[in-house]
């Protein structure tokens, strides 16, 4: 292959894509290129939240997965990947301009009740506990959430038209979040990549080691995120998309 000049490259895995979702998510983008101009403070202002599922096997790419060792020793190298003892942890975060905001601990089995239970009761804590600066001032968050049905749930709706009037982002809302679409999601396309790096760098045997894992990669994501990922990150991925005819772009460089 090196002879016959062929390189190898890496794929990238992408959210299959309906009939109609092009033109969804390039409306989309559109209204926040618009809204970006029109007020500099607008992404700034957007509470982005998701949901994320952490188990014991974790992420495992094998293909980037080696053991280094001499030429003539072959390690016979192995990693466990089924396990009779299983857990999972189903955890919800938000980022608002550099702030995260949880992590938090949802049921496992999320439904539109323990959902609103949680709208409710534990994101307004969670909002002050995280100090986000827009709180102090009289600048009105819009919150975004994806398309689940946990988060479709009329009783939702209902909350974040009261809480959120005519500024909310999701399925049915004011501001329609397109379906399929983690590559325009900070959630998706940063924070939960590199949480769960920081989490699985090597076995995990508890749930509550899993749980202490994902408070310190909490902890560190607090250092490094940047106001440029809510930002200029989200403007350069809404041109990306729009330029794509509303189709994926995070396989081009």
């Not at 926040?32 to 029109?38: F, M, P, T, V, Y």
């Not at 949480?195 to 749980?211: G, P, Q």
């Not at 106001?227 to 200029?232: H, Y």
Request: aromatic share 12%.
């Amino acid at each position: 292959m090196h002879n016959e000049k062929k390189y190898p490259f890496h794929g990238t895995g992408v959210q299959g894509l309906e009939e109609t979702d092009p033109a969804r998510r390039i409306r989309f983008c559109r209204f926040l290129l618009n809204a970006d101009i029109d007020d500099a403070w607008f992404l700034k202002s957007i509470l982005w939240t998701d949901e994320s599922k952490f188990s014991r096997e974790g992420i495992t790419n094998f293909h980037n997965l080696h053991e280094w060792a001499d030429k003539d020793s072959n390690p016979n190298w192995k990693k466990q990947i089924s396990f009779q003892r299983q857990f999972s942890i189903n955890v919800w975060a938000g980022v608002i301009g550099r702030s995260l905001v949880g992590p938090h601990i949802l049921p496992d089995n999320l439904n539109g009740q323990n959902y609103l239970e949680f709208m409710i009761n534990d994101l307004p804590m969670l909002l002050y506990d995280a100090e986000v600066p827009i709180l102090d001032t009289d600048r009105p968050i819009t919150f975004q959430q994806d398309g689940c049905p946990a988060h479709w749930a009329v009783s939702v709706r209902e909350h974040l038209n009261r809480c959120f009037p005519s500024n909310w982002i999701g399925r049915d809302g004011p501001i329609p979040w397109p379906a399929r679409s983690p590559d325009l999601t900070p959630l998706d396309f940063f924070v939960w990549g590199r949480v769960k790096e920081l989490v699985y760098t090597t076995e995990i045997t508890t749930r509550e080691e899993l749980l202490q894992r994902i408070e310190a990669a909490f902890g560190i994501m607090e250092q490094e995120m940047q106001m440029k990922v809510t930002t200029t990150e989200v403007r350069n991925r809404c041109r990306k998309c729009i330029r794509n005819g509303g189709g994926h772009f995070e396989h081009q460089r």
